[in-house]
C-alpha cells in the first residue's frame, strides 16, 4: 500500500552544516497496517512524514502510495490522498473560519473532480458534519458557527480529524497529535482516532514520545534512529514486549544507552 524504498534526503548538502536526516530508508505497509513510530528527538520521525507527503523532495529513491509513484508529485495533490494531523491544534485549520466552513473546505479539498463551487456550505453538508461530529460528544455538533480558534485543544484535534477522514484517505499521518492535550483529553481523542481509523480501515502511521502507548496502539511499532529505522516489531513479539525490552533492544542495535528523553521513557505524556 506504502512502499517506501531507499529514501535519502541530506540537507546543506555540501555545507559545514550538512545533516543525514533520512539514510537509505525502506519501509513497507500493509493495507490497512496501523504502524505506530518512536525514537529520540532529530530521530527522523516528523522528516519522514515530510518525505511522504511532499514537504520537500527526497535526494534518492521512491515513494509509492497504493502503486502509485509520489516521489515527484507535489504536496498540494498529495494532500488529497494524504491526511495529516499535526502535534500543534492550530495547523491544519484556518482559525478564523467557522468549523463547518472549516470542513467544507477540507471535505472538497479531498474530492478528485470536485466542482471549485461545491465548497459551498448547504443544508446537506452540514446536517452531514453535525452527525459526524455528535458521534464523538466532544460538545461541538452545535457549534457549528463556531471560529475554529474558539475551540479547546482537543475539539480542534477532533475535527481536524474529522477533516482529514470524512473523505476516506490512502493514508492517514498522525504527528504526536496528543502530545499537547491534558491526559484525559488525549486519552479521550485517541479513543477517537483508534474508532475512526478501525471502522474505515486506514493505513496509518503515528508519532508518539509515549512507549507505553507505541506498544499498545496499532499492530506494529517502528523506531528511528539518525534517520534509519532500527527496530520493526509486531505480532507476538510486540504483544509480549515491555517499554523495558524495546528500551534494551535499542541498546543492544546501537550499542548506546537511550536518550535520557523523560518524556520518552515514561509510560506517560
Do not use: W
Not at 506504502?2 to 540537507?11: A, D, S
Amino acid at each position: 500500500m506504502l512502499e517506501i524504498r531507499n529514501i535519502t534526503k541530506v540537507f546543506e548538502k555540501g555545507t559545514v552544516n550538512e545533516h543525514v536526516a533520512i539514510k537509505d530508508m525502506s519501509l513497507s505497509l500493509k493495507k490497512g497496517e496501523f504502524v505506530t513510530v518512536v525514537g529520540s528527538n532529530g530521530a527522523g520521525k516528523s522528516t519522514l512524514f515530510n518525505a511522504i507527503c511532499g514537504s520537500f523532495m527526497v535526494d534518492d529513491g521512491k515513494i509509492l502510495l497504493d502503486n502509485e509513484d509520489i516521489t515527484y508529485k507535489s504536496e498540494h495533490k498529495r494532500a488529497r490522498e494524504i491526511g495529516r494531523v499535526f502535534q500543534d491544534p492550530m495547523k491544519g485549520t484556518a482559525p478564523h473560519m467557522t468549523i463547518e466552513e472549516n470542513l467544507a473546505l477540507a471535505y472538497t479539498r479531498s474530492q478528485r473532480h470536485a466542482n471549485p463551487f461545491s465548497s459551498a456550505i448547504t443544508k446537506k453538508k452540514t446536517a452531514f458534519f453535525r452527525e459526524n461530529l455528535a458521534r464523538y460528544h466532544m460538545g461541538i455538533e452545535d457549534r457549528m458557527k463556531t471560529k475554529i480558534g474558539l475551540l479547546s485543544g482537543g475539539q480542534r484535534q477532533v475535527v481536524t480529524l474529522l477533516m482529514c477522514t470524512l473523505s476516506v484517505p490512502k493514508l492517514l499521518l498522525l504527528d504526536e497529535h496528543t502530545a499537547a492535550l491534558d491526559p484525559a483529553t488525549a486519552e479521550k481523542v485517541m479513543e477517537i482516532t483508534k474508532t475512526i481509523v478501525a471502522e474505515n480501515n486506514i493505513t496509518t502511521m503515528m508519532i508518539t514520545h509515549n512507549l507505553k502507548q507505541s506498544l499498545s496502539t496499532g499492530s506494529r511499532t517502528i523506531m528511528l534512529d539518525s534517520g534509519e529505522i532500527i527496530l520493526d516489531v509486531n505480532g507476538k513479539e510486540r504483544e509480549n514486549m515491555s517499554m523495558e525490552d524495546l528500551i534494551q533492544m535499542y541498546s543492544m542495535k546501537k550499542q548506546k544507552e537511550f536518550d535520557n528523553d523523560r518524556i520518552l521513557l515514561s509510560g506517560e505524556e
